[in-house]
């Protein structure tokens, strides 16, 4: 399967796929036994407008059961679609489709909902720095469980970009680790010291914190929270030197204004928090046309 887009190791997948179905077959799906063990084919409906994300999941699923299911796929990963597209179409053994179903379409329908709805953000924040670039939208840490790679992906297919993976990649000075380090100016330093390869990322909470992290030097300043006179004031003091981030209260409704102001990135939790699942169905038989 191919794709335009960087999709996690084939590991990361194959676990992530071992874990959903062990939780759903468990000691064996007792319905689908019931099934004479044919030939059969079968169709993947998306009922509502979306981006199409989750494909090397889907894929690994039913291959997981049935290594010879035969999918094509009318739809590449990334396509924007609207209500009532057929996106594939299957054919393997009815009980490793139905057993397959429900994992493979949860893997689907919940990065195809990441991805529809970074989108949108990236839709709503385009066109407001001409002609420098649009404001990045980041994803946050705040992902599912055992799923970040594959949301992170997901974000990536809507347009957004990753901030960071883990606690691992970057040092992102916050509230608290400037508290114990004694001022924001100690903080950096121990943080240059300790990890001078890492990237550095300071949040500030006053115009006075920000003008001490232009003057010590990071990779990217974090204004939370600031109104937006605060905001446009922060921009104009940054002067392009570092990025500035936004995060906190962001959402769609305003999400354009804070990118006017001049920004550079726009962090939102909700791109993976608050996930709205796609509406999909998969059914045995052709699709009528």
């Known amino acids: 399967m191919s794709t335009r887009f960087e999709a996690p190791p084939t590991t990361v997948i194959e676990s992530d796929v071992a874990r959903a179905l062990a939780e759903d077959l468990g000691s064996g799906d007792v319905t689908a036994s019931l099934l004479p063990d044919a030939p059969d084919i079968a169709y993947l409906l998306c009922k509502e407008d979306a981006v199409v994300c989750g494909r090397p999941w889907f894929d690994a699923c039913h291959r997981a059961l049935d290594p010879d299911v035969r999918i094509d796929w009318r739809v590449a990963e990334g396509d924007r679609v609207g209500k009532g597209t057929v996106l594939a179409t299957l054919e393997g053994h009815t009980r490793a489709l139905v057993s397959a179903e429900r994992a493979a379409l949860n893997f689907l329908q919940t990065l195809s909902g990441t991805a529809t709805t970074t989108a ?112 446009r004031e922060a921009v104009r003091r940054a002067a392009g030197r570092i990025p500035l981030e936004v995060s906190g209260g962001v959402d769609l409704d305003t999400v354009r204004a804070v990118a006017a102001d001049g920004v550079d990135c726009i962090s939102i939790g909700g791109l993976t928090k608050h996930v709205h699942a796609i509406d999909l169905s998969m059914k045995l038989g052709r699709p009528a046309g």
């Open 120 to 231: 949108a953000y990236v839709d709503a924040v385009r066109g407001t720095r001409v002609p420098a670039p649009d404001p990045q939208i980041l994803d946050t840490r705040k992902t599912i469980p055992g799923l970040r790679l594959a949301q992170k992906y997901a974000v990536r297919v809507g347009g957004g970009v990753n901030h960071r993976i883990g606690l691992f990649d970057a040092v992102m000075l916050k509230e608290n680790h400037i508290r114990v380090a004694g001022s924001l100016q100690a903080a950096i330093h121990a943080a240059r010291a300790m990890h001078p390869a890492l990237p550095l990322i300071v949040e500030v909470e006053t115009l006075e914190q920000l003008d001490e992290a232009l003057q010590a030097g990071c990779e990217r300043i974090l204004i939370d929270d600031f109104d937006a006179a605060t905001r």
